[in-house]
């Protein structure tokens, strides 16, 4: 049966430093993205054995925590490949033009993102997706790993806003914290996604070893 493996990252922790220190990296790819690889195989495990043993009365349970599980090592996976010790700046070509005609202006999307991702009420993310259905960029809280949004939506660029990904180096203030976000933005991969998504496509962000 196929697994899922955590990624190993393309930086080491402390790279990301000083906007987000080497001591939260360990803590939140080794430990708290980890849990989610390994509660989503087991989960696998259970539902396997329900089917060999045909009894389905825990099915409702296992199928929300396996759906926690993957979503919450889907969006880990897309958030460590959206950062970059090189990133910031801002995107250009048609990325760029997509943001603008969405969302006014550059400055208005960060804005809309920041107060999205300050705004999730617990636990929860902002999102920077694409709306096939209306053919344009949207800005999507997400709440705990659950997306409020069409099911077709694409994730293109994700904010984490749990409190395991700020608290140790932030404490409260979580703006900060998003601010400093912004500095690290590898744009080069939010425009390969942007472009899959809009040719009708995904850019896994996550890997599962069949082996």
Do not use: C
Not at 10 to 36: F, K, N, Q, R, V
Not at 173 to 201: C, H, P, Q
Request: charged residues 20%; glycine residues 10%; without cysteine.
């Amino acid at each position: 049966m196929p697994v899922y493996q955590l990624p190993d990252l393309t930086y080491d922790y402390g790279d990301l430093e000083p906007a987000i220190s080497g001591e939260i990296m360990a803590l939140h790819h080794g430990a708290h993205h980890a849990a989610y690889v390994k509660g989503a195989n087991a989960t696998l495990e259970r539902l396997g054995e329900m089917r060999q043993a045909r009894d389905f009365s825990q099915l409702p349970g296992l199928e929300r925590t396996l759906a926690f599980h993957v979503a919450g090592h889907s969006l880990h996976s897309l958030f460590w490949n959206n950062l970059s010790p090189n990133g910031g700046d801002r995107p250009g070509g048609e990325l760029a033009a997509a943001i603008d005609e969405s969302f006014g202006d550059f400055d208005a999307f960060q804005a809309e993102l920041t107060a999205a991702t300050a705004s999730v009420q617990g636990s929860g993310w902002g999102a920077l997706a694409w709306d096939p259905l209306g053919a344009r960029l949207v800005v999507n809280q997400i709440h705990d790993h659950h997306i409020t949004v069409v099911p077709t939506s694409t994730p293109l660029l994700v904010f984490d806003a749990w409190e395991h990904a700020f608290y140790l180096q932030y404490r409260n203030v979580k703006t900060d914290y998003i601010d400093r976000l912004w500095s690290l933005i590898d744009w080069a991969d939010v425009t390969e996604r942007f472009d899959a998504a809009r040719a009708g496509g995904a850019a896994t962000p996550f890997t599962v070893d069949v082996g």
